[in-house]
């Protein structure tokens, strides 16, 4: 079993910064699972938002790109999300997902919610104008 517990969701102004951290645990969990987050809006369908392999290796969606930042901490079991220059449509519920990982064309890609196993409950991002 595999645990993902994320926190550090609210709400914030546009142009604020956040971050947010998923937890993981399990008995099955290691760090060579490539984890992520994906986030989803109202009556909107679930997104990748960033992905990062146990190397370090990430991707990003075009619209967070310079924005957002993922990174991990293997030794605290640890994924985090670096959000800045927030605006309105990044609200959303935000989950973090553990998964095998899925490469095209050689590099790491952040796939689709079929590609992962596990997932947390979600924190809710709420951005203002």
């Known amino acids: 079993q595999v645990q993902l517990l994320e926190s550090g969701g609210g709400s914030v102004q546009a142009g604020g910064s956040m971050r947010l951290s998923c937890a993981a645990s399990g008995d099955d969990y290691n760090s060579a699972y490539c984890l992520a987050w994906f986030r989803q809006a109202p009556g909107k369908e679930r997104e990748g938002v960033a992905a990062?392999?146990?190397?370090?290796?990430?991707r990003y969606i075009g619209s967070v790109k310079g924005r957002f930042t993922i990174s991990r901490d293997n030794a605290k079991n640890t994924l985090y999300l670096e959000m800045s220059s927030l605006q309105p449509e990044d609200t959303a519920m935000y989950y973090c997902?553990?998964?095998?990982?899925?490469?095209?064309?050689?590099?790491?890609?952040?796939?689709?919610?079929?590609?992962?196993?596990?997932w947390g409950q979600g924190t809710q991002v709420t951005v203002s104008a």
């Open positions: 990062i392999d146990m190397d370090g290796s990430t």
């Open positions: 997902a553990a998964g095998a990982g899925v490469y095209r064309d050689g590099g790491l890609d952040i796939g689709s919610e079929r590609d992962y196993g596990y």
